[in-house]
């Protein structure tokens, strides 16, 4: 562990640790422009890293996250102790509270500083370590483009907590719309404003940003950082030691310094963003990545700061190098999507503030994948995962979403690219992954989960709130105004998958046709007491109140031998 090894051999003389301030930064702020370490000069501060095994055993990961997030703060570590910050790197079983408040005694430290963690599972052990005496001292976190008081001049105050408030919050269907949101943080922030009003004349450009690829733009090479010692030793180092994991280690060429960083960001800025808008929704089997910039890996580790990327984005627009509906599809993802979906995290705390809908105990042994799934619904945990079902949607996960062959060509290829790489775009995550698991009725929880477990830009505060929120409507309408589903028309006219699918798109019913059109309609009908009173859905009710009941039968036995097919882990046709 050569690494480590230097690390413990520079770390200062406890003479001068006790003349400096100590900073703990968590694994996801690795950025000295954020956070206390911000306001701090070199040779007066100390950084603390840490590894933490227990992080590791809470679930498998996939292994190039591993390796972006670890080598990432390796790389973080010399970077800083270049600058002149002192640093104290930790490797070892214990979780983050435990290490600090064995970092504490060993340097006589009389109090640490550290942001308001952005993972809930991290303040939760900070919390555990400070009831047991750690010095820790929260400032906010200033990474984030909003504040919780940008959340509350929108939406008002946090919601209830009590068991009795929750039950009649639930029932409430009080919403949260991400459009009222972004439109104060538009306003707050200038971003893309002439003085007052929206650039454009309007707020958003989504209905621009809806083209299926067909191949009229060429997708740009993108840059490829290959392993240094750092990563290397670390592959050895995750192979040799059995850390539970799923994909691979190899074709890693992820950015892990702060200068490779930069240079990644600054290609899509130049190369991708430029076409980004017109083809954010499309999906294409040769060009999965498309023009999206994929940065989400090192903005969730703070390597990029959402600030910095806005900024650069309305720059080249204001530069004529990005047109409008590009600059705004991508600045509504960072500023608006994603500084709301955490602001739905941390206000519903973790989602654990509505009505809990646990899966059944048989769903831990259902098929040789789930115990790949965190399964602890022991109702007496302290702490257990949320398991908000407002479908009530229990059926487990199928073999399919772990890379057995399905026959469903969109299916199998998205995830066999995100079993490779970890990592896929929206529509891909929304209207295949999620759109199927919601039609069929597979747990939320273990779909998030399954997010959790492959995705290497995957943390609680994003992926509980993209798939319990918006992907499922496991929160019964709280971020979404209807369930995002959808038949087979939508993945054909927005992919080239169905074109070399085994299944007919344009067929509904009987063997060799989608299933995602019955699917659907059999969804539509489940559902029907809950969203039928759904404006938004009105026009899909009255198509099926249409339908004979024979027409319905037979859609429901396509779509019940699919869902069957699928969970026993054969091909559907
Ligand atoms: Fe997917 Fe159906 Fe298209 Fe096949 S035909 S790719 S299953 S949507």
């Given at each position: 562990m050569q690494f480590l090894e230097d690390m413990r051999r520079t770390m200062p003389a406890l003479s001068d640790v006790r003349k400096r301030t100590w900073v703990f930064v968590p694994y996801d702020r690795l950025n000295d422009r954020c956070g206390p370490l911000a306001t701090l000069a070199p040779a007066d501060s100390g950084i603390i890293l840490i590894e933490s095994h227990a992080k590791g055993r809470n679930r498998p990961y996939h292994k190039k996250k591993v390796l972006l997030v670890l080598s990432s703060m390796r790389h973080f570590a010399r970077e800083q102790r270049a600058c002149g910050v002192a640093v104290i790197y930790r490797n070892a079983p214990e979780s983050y509270g435990e290490q600090l408040l064995q970092i504490q005694e060993e340097c006589g430290l009389p109090k640490i500083l550290t942001a308001k963690p952005a993972e809930r599972e991290l303040c939760k052990d900070l919390d555990t370590a400070i009831q047991q005496g750690l010095r820790l001292t929260f400032q906010e976190d200033d990474a984030w483009l909003s504040t919780d008081e940008d959340w509350e001049q929108v939406f008002g105050a946090a919601p209830p907590r009590s068991n009795a408030e929750n039950a009649k919050y639930s029932r409430t269907k009080r919403q949260y719309l991400m459009e009222r949101f972004y439109r104060h943080m538009r306003r707050k922030t200038g971003?893309?404003?002439?003085s007052t009003s929206f650039v454009g004349g309007k707020l958003s450009f989504d209905e621009q940003n809806r083209q299926p690829y067909r191949g009229e733009a060429r997708v740009p090479k993108r840059p490829s950082f290959p392993p240094d010692a750092i990563t290397l030793e670390l592959i050895e180092w995750l192979s040799s030691n059995g850390v539970a994991s799923i994909g691979t280690?190899?074709?890693?060429?992820?950015?892990?310094?702060a200068q490779d960083c930069a240079t990644y960001w600054r290609f899509a800025l130049d190369e991708l963003l430029p076409s980004f808008g017109p083809y954010e929704d499309a999906m294409s089997?040769?060009?999965?990545?498309?023009?999206?910039?994929?940065?989400s890996g090192l903005m969730n580790l703070s390597r990029l700061l959402p600030r910095d990327v806005v900024a650069d984005v309305q720059a080249a627009y204001d530069g004529m190098r990005i047109p409008l509906a590009s600059a705004e599809g991508f600045i509504r993802q960072i500023l608006g999507w994603r500084e709301f979906m955490r602001h739905v995290h941390r206000i519903t705390d973790g989602f654990r503030t509505l009505e809990q809908r646990p899966d059944p105990?048989?769903?831990?042994?259902?098929?040789?994948?789930?115990?790949?799934?965190?399964?602890?619904?022991?109702?007496?945990?302290?702490?257990r995962p949320a398991t908000p079902s407002a479908l009530d949607a229990h059926l487990p996960l199928p073999p399919a979403y772990w890379g057995?062959?399905?026959?469903m060509f969109c299916l199998d290829t998205v995830v066999g690219h995100v079993l490779e790489h970890g990592w896929s775009h929206h529509i891909q995550r929304l209207m295949v992954l999620s759109n199927l698991a919601t039609l069929c009725g597979f747990s939320p929880r273990e779909l998030t989960d399954w997010f959790w477990v492959a995705y290497i830009d995957a943390y609680d505060w994003v992926v509980e709130s993209n798939v319990?929120?918006?992907?499922?409507f496991s929160d019964g309408g709280l971020t979404a105004t209807k369930p995002y589903v959808s038949g087979a028309a939508y993945i054909n006219r927005m992919s080239d998958y169905c074109g070399k699918c085994p299944l007919d798109p344009r067929r509904s019913t009987g063997p060799g046709s989608c299933p995602f059109t019955a699917l659907y309609w059999t969804f539509l009908e489940r559902h029907y007491d809950l969203l039928s009173s759904n404006q938004r859905l009105r026009m899909p009710y009255i198509t099926l109140r249409k339908k004979s009941t024979s027409e319905k039968q037979e859609l429901l036995d396509r779509a019940s031998r699919a869902i069957g097919q699928l969970e026993r882990g054969e091909i559907v046709d």
């Amino acid at each position: 562990m050569q690494f480590l090894e230097d690390m413990r051999r520079t770390m200062p003389a406890l003479s001068d640790v006790r003349k400096r301030t100590w900073v703990f930064v968590p694994y996801d702020r690795l950025n000295d422009r954020c956070g206390p370490l911000a306001t701090l000069a070199p040779a007066d501060s100390g950084i603390i890293l840490i590894e933490s095994h227990a992080k590791g055993r809470n679930r498998p990961y996939h292994k190039k996250k591993v390796l972006l997030v670890l080598s990432s703060m390796r790389h973080f570590a010399r970077e800083q102790r270049a600058c002149g910050v002192a640093v104290i790197y930790r490797n070892a079983p214990e979780s983050y509270g435990e290490q600090l408040l064995q970092i504490q005694e060993e340097c006589g430290l009389p109090k640490i500083l550290t942001a308001k963690p952005a993972e809930r599972e991290l303040c939760k052990d900070l919390d555990t370590a400070i009831q047991q005496g750690l010095r820790l001292t929260f400032q906010e976190d200033d990474a984030w483009l909003s504040t919780d008081e940008d959340w509350e001049q929108v939406f008002g105050a946090a919601p209830p907590r009590s068991n009795a408030e929750n039950a009649k919050y639930s029932r409430t269907k009080r919403q949260y719309l991400m459009e009222r949101f972004y439109r104060h943080m538009r306003r707050k922030t200038g971003l893309l404003m002439a003085s007052t009003s929206f650039v454009g004349g309007k707020l958003s450009f989504d209905e621009q940003n809806r083209q299926p690829y067909r191949g009229e733009a060429r997708v740009p090479k993108r840059p490829s950082f290959p392993p240094d010692a750092i990563t290397l030793e670390l592959i050895e180092w995750l192979s040799s030691n059995g850390v539970a994991s799923i994909g691979t280690f190899d074709g890693f060429d992820l950015p892990v310094t702060a200068q490779d960083c930069a240079t990644y960001w600054r290609f899509a800025l130049d190369e991708l963003l430029p076409s980004f808008g017109p083809y954010e929704d499309a999906m294409s089997s040769s060009e999965p990545m498309l023009f999206h910039s994929a940065i989400s890996g090192l903005m969730n580790l703070s390597r990029l700061l959402p600030r910095d990327v806005v900024a650069d984005v309305q720059a080249a627009y204001d530069g004529m190098r990005i047109p409008l509906a590009s600059a705004e599809g991508f600045i509504r993802q960072i500023l608006g999507w994603r500084e709301f979906m955490r602001h739905v995290h941390r206000i519903t705390d973790g989602f654990r503030t509505l009505e809990q809908r646990p899966d059944p105990p048989a769903n831990r042994t259902a098929n040789p994948y789930s115990s790949l799934l965190v399964k602890e619904i022991n109702a007496a945990a302290p702490d257990r995962p949320a398991t908000p079902s407002a479908l009530d949607a229990h059926l487990p996960l199928p073999p399919a979403y772990w890379g057995e062959r399905s026959g469903m060509f969109c299916l199998d290829t998205v995830v066999g690219h995100v079993l490779e790489h970890g990592w896929s775009h929206h529509i891909q995550r929304l209207m295949v992954l999620s759109n199927l698991a919601t039609l069929c009725g597979f747990s939320p929880r273990e779909l998030t989960d399954w997010f959790w477990v492959a995705y290497i830009d995957a943390y609680d505060w994003v992926v509980e709130s993209n798939v319990l929120g918006m992907a499922t409507f496991s929160d019964g309408g709280l971020t979404a105004t209807k369930p995002y589903v959808s038949g087979a028309a939508y993945i054909n006219r927005m992919s080239d998958y169905c074109g070399k699918c085994p299944l007919d798109p344009r067929r509904s019913t009987g063997p060799g046709s989608c299933p995602f059109t019955a699917l659907y309609w059999t969804f539509l009908e489940r559902h029907y007491d809950l969203l039928s009173s759904n404006q938004r859905l009105r026009m899909p009710y009255i198509t099926l109140r249409k339908k004979s009941t024979s027409e319905k039968q037979e859609l429901l036995d396509r779509a019940s031998r699919a869902i069957g097919q699928l969970e026993r882990g054969e091909i559907v046709d």
